[in-house]
Structures are given as C-alpha cells and as structure tokens.
C-alpha cells in the first residue's frame, strides 16, 4: 500500500507539473512482476513527455528530488521519438519492460515500439562485463563484513538475473519465466554450479537469513559464477 501511495502522488505531482506535456507514467522493473519484494525492489518509473527541454525538464525538478528522498530511483525521462531512435542500444532495457510494465498513468505505448536486435548481444556482453567489474570494486572498498558481503551480494542480484535471462536470449532461447529456472538454464550451458546464486536469490526474497549462510564463502562461489558467465558469454557470441 505504501508503493501505491508514493506512485498515486507521483503521478499527481507530475500532472501538475508537467501539464499537458505529459504522455504517460510507467512502472517497470521487479516493482512490476510477480517477483516483486517489498524491502529490495525498487520503483523503477519511465516519464513519457510530448516535449524534453530544459525548461520543460526544470518543472519536473522538484518532482523528481521528492520522489529521490523517498528513496526511489530517479526517474527516466524520454520522448517517445526518443525510445524509437535510441531502442537498439538500449535493447535490453526495453526488451523487459516491453515484457513486464505497469501504465500507472496514461495509454500503453509499447506496441508501437519495436526493438531492434543488431546490438543485444554486444550489449549483453558488456553489461556482464561491466556488473563482474563493478561488484569487485565494490568488493574492494568494502572492509569485508559479513553484512557488508552479503547486502552487495543483494544489491546485484537483481542485475544479473536480468543479464542471465538476456544471455539465454542472445544463444536463441526462450528464457524461463522463473529466476531461479533462468538460473539453473544458464548454469548447465555456462558450466557453473548455481547453488550460491540461488542462496543469494533466497536472501533477497527473506527465504533465508544472513546468518544462515557462510557469507565469505557464497561471495566467493557467486562472484565466480557470474564471472564464469561474463567468459563463457564471450565465448560462445564471439563464435556465433
């Protein structure tokens, strides 16, 4: 109920902000599936205008600094012009939310968006890349506490799920709809063992608790496995 309150505001806020400019209002992400999870998903909200300028985009501003200090993701804002021209390098992106979406205000638009292919695979390669990266970064500016372990291991859960369901797409699969059957999917063709991952999936979901687990040893077993598919994605696209 919380979430339906900030979203109902939000669209309010927006309407009186943005007037007429405004197309539609979006939820998309966890927020919007059957996955959804209360304390960890975020709500991701796409803000369609008929016009971005600067002008336009300052009325929106204190909008969008009340919906961060409630602790929400910044809005993104596009035209749909925009979403049409830049659909191939953000395939992945609109892929899920074509897929799982939520109209909180306005008419459905994705029917008139196609996304284009000819870079989903380049881009699921470098988003691997780029989120094995950045979890040893934040690996490395940890101080390697168990809590600290495993909120990062939390944090990118979400991020990889997501990428592994695109790594099966990109091999020409149709991913299953459950996380942890994407999982298992990508763990038998990149040759991983998923348990950790499935551990970190149970944590985010409140189906474990942190101290049920060996914290030092499952970051240790998830940080290999998506690295593990970061390689083997390389592999097998860079081989066609």
């Known amino acids: 109920m919380h979430r339906e309150n900030d979203l109902k505001e939000l669209v309010a806020r927006l309407q009186e902000a943005a007037g007429d400019n405004l197309q539609a209002v979006v939820l998309y992400g966890s927020a919007a599936d059957h996955e959804f999870h209360e304390q960890h998903s975020d709500l991701n909200v796409l803000c369609l205008l008929h016009r971005v300028s600067g002008t336009e985009l300052a009325k929106l501003q204190p909008t969008g600094l009340w919906w961060s200090r409630k602790g929400h993701p910044s809005p993104l804002v596009f035209t749909l012009d925009e979403l049409r021209h830049s659909a191939d390098v953000f395939a992945i992106e ?4 074509k897929r799982q979406h939520r109209m909180v205000w306005g008419e459905d638009f994705f029917d008139q ?23 040893r970064q934040a690996f490395l500016r940890s101080r390697g506490r168990r809590g600290e372990l495993t909120d ?22 149709t991913p299953p709809e459950s996380r942890r059957e994407v ?13 950790a991952f499935l551990d970190v999936l149970d944590l985010r979901e409140g189906k474990q608790g942190a101290g049920e687990i060996n914290a030092e040893r499952v970051f240790e077993e998830y940080l290999d496995a998506v690295a593990r598919v970061a390689e083997e994605m390389d592999r097998r696209l860079a081989a066609g």
Not at 156 to 172: C, E, K, M, P
């Open 183 to 195: 999982a298992n999917r990508l763990a038998a063709i990149a040759g991983f063992a998923p348990a």
């Open 94 to 97: 609109l892929l899920d939310m």
């Open 113 to 135: 968006l196609d996304v284009p292919m000819s870079m989903h695979r380049l881009q699921v390669e470098r988003e691997l890349r780029t989120s094995v990266v950045r979890l």
């Open 152 to 173: 990062l291991m939390i944090a990118s859960a979400s991020s990889f799920t997501a990428l592994f369901r695109h790594s099966l797409i990109a091999l020409g699969e």
